[in-house]
């Protein structure tokens, strides 16, 4: 049985991410029914709570904890600022009074999570903080790979662009590692990690090193809003070097499959042709992404309070 | 496990002539003859009872309702010479206890082939007591359609209902105490075979049939 919160994929146990991988694959059938809502969390109250702009997966989020009939309230506080972190808590604390059952948090900050289930009764879910994790993202990635091969043990993955600032690079790296798979970054220089080899991966410049043998590659998206001083002198030569098209696809092998967690700059990090078509399987992450949240929720939310359960023990 | 493999034949033949030490607690009530024998009876009685066979639908609550749906499908197809559509319905999500009970129960498998719209659906379960598994199955149900009516089978019923459910099918009537527990076993198949035990004391460990677990591709 998995803990009170789901912060990071670090920490997780890899028989918990088992139990959630297994949960959301019997999740996916409710997504292929007329009446897409089972009544498992009727009267519960889910709360997002995003400090960061999001459409994907704030929505996804919602009809996740909709299809499980939870009451979903959405929070969308745009001011961010480190220095505002007693007020962060406020804010928390305040949603807390109202009794949620889950409240799914993101923060551009690296750690906010963590915070806030320090002080809140109710699981917190961490939907992303700063540099550092996106479980969900990571989880949905494992999910479809699984789909897709039938396994994850012994898989190679590559992932490829910006290393640095990628929370989902580092939650997927966290994953694939743990369930067995081999796994393989590149970028440009500037945007690898110095350290990045010690998360027990290899670390690659060139594209094609990173895609020989590959069975799963995995494109970041170039966070053009983020990125603050140069990273790499244009996008056009980023695209040059690292983007995907099916010519450089053939280094890897036939049987690979493309990812990227979106939304994709085309001609970027992705051809055109290869953005809408298989092998990519954008739409298929989305989508079991719905599944992938619903599993999560119905694994931690609305179960008795962690107040509760500290009584329970004491 | 090594040291029965390294074992000479002879000590085999030997080894598989004694019986294997009863396990504590655990009573065999339902041997599989016996339980085949009720479901070829009960597979007479849905025919006798319902004249237009080409709506039948059964819907198998896992584990323990679907290896006895998959004996009834085969049973109807012999005495009535039609192919019975097979569902199986999860009712987990559908519990009335996952607030109170905490923790989460695994969930299982759920493939409805069709719409039950306008169908005679017939339930399938392996034990019945309380009725609150049924009560979720009808609700579960509900959400593929608006069955022309509703049936249900149950290998057993061990009494203790706590909700107004009729079984219309029952294998075989077993009077339990509440702490007692009753479970199918086995999948029917090959060298599996299905038997019904009364677990006196109730042990967690002794389950129902083993379920696929992640990783295994189904």
Not at chain 1, 291 to 305: I, K, T
Not at chain 2, 76 to 102: A, E, F, M, N, S
């Amino acid at each position: 049985m998995i803990g009170n919160d789901l912060l990071g994929i670090e920490d997780l146990p890899r028989e918990d991410i088992e139990t959630i991988l297994a949960t959301a694959e019997r999740m996916q059938e409710i997504g292929t029914r007329e009446v897409k809502k089972v009544p498992t969390l009727r009267g519960r109250t889910i709360i997002n709570l995003f400090f960061e702009p999001s459409t994907r997966t704030l929505s996804s989020f919602e009809i996740a904890g909709k299809r499980l009939s939870a009451d979903v309230v959405n929070f969308s506080v745009s001011n961010s600022s480190v220095s505002k972190a007693e007020s962060i808590l406020d804010t928390a604390k305040t949603l807390d009074a109202m009794d949620p059952d889950c409240v799914i948090v993101r923060h551009g900050v690296a750690g906010v999570p963590k915070r806030i289930a320090d002080v809140l009764d109710a699981p917190v879910i961490n939907a992303g903080d700063g540099y550092h994790e996106h479980p969900t993202q990571a989880l949905l990635d494992l999910l479809t790979v699984h789909q897709e091969k039938g396994r994850i043990d012994g898989l190679t993955v590559a992932i490829i662009g910006d290393i640095l600032h990628s929370r989902v690079a580092r939650s997927n790296i966290y994953g694939f590692t743990k369930m067995g798979a081999e796994v393989r970054v590149a970028g440009p220089p500037t945007m690898l990690p110095s350290n990045v080899e010690a998360l027990g991966v290899k670390a690659y410049t060139s594209l094609r090193e990173v895609l020989e043998g590959a069975d799963v590659v995995m494109a970041l998206r170039i966070q053009t809003e983020r990125l603050e001083g140069a990273f790499f002198p244009s996008i056009r030569e980023y695209s040059a070097t690292f983007g995907l098209d099916r010519a450089k696809l053939r280094y890897a092998k036939d049987d690979a499959i493309v990812m990227h967690p979106g939304p994709v700059n085309r001609g970027v990090e992705l051809s055109h042709d290869l953005a809408d078509h298989r092998p990519s399987v954008i739409l298929d992450q989305v989508r079991n992404g719905v599944a992938l949240r619903m599993a999560v929720l119905y694994l931690l939310s609305g179960r008795p309070s962690r107040a509760k359960a500290k009584d329970a023990e004491g | 496990m090594p040291i029965l493999e390294q074992a000479p034949p002879e000590s085999r033949v030997l080894a598989d002539s004694v019986p294997p030490p009863a396990e504590q607690g655990v009573r065999v009530i339902l041997d599989d003859a016996g339980i085949r024998r009720s479901i070829t009876r009960i597979a007479h009685e849905i025919l006798e009872r319902n004249d237009d066979a080409e709506s039948l639908y059964l819907v198998a609550i896992p584990n323990g309702g679907v290896p006895l749906a998959r004996l009834l499908v085969e049973n109807l197809k012999q005495i009535g010479g039609r192919d019975i559509p097979l569902g199986i319905l999860d009712t987990t999500l559908y519990r009335d206890d996952l607030v109170i009970r905490g923790e989460r129960p695994r969930l299982r498998e759920t493939e409805m082939p069709s719409s039950v719209d306008e169908k005679l659906v017939i339930l399938v379960d392996d034990v019945v007591s309380t009725g609150r598994t049924i009560r979720a199955a009808m609700d579960a149900l509900m959400d593929f359609g608006r069955p022309r009516g509703v049936q249900v089978v149950s290998l057993v019923d061990r009494g203790h209902r706590e909700l107004p459910i009729k079984i219309d099918y029952v294998g075989k009537n077993i009077p339990t105490r509440a702490d007692e527990k009753v479970r199918l076993r086995g999948q029917g198949a090959g060298d599996d075979p299905l038997e019904v035990v009364l677990m006196t004391h109730a042990d967690e460990a002794v389950g129902g049939p083993a379920e696929a677990g992640w990783g295994e591709r189904r």
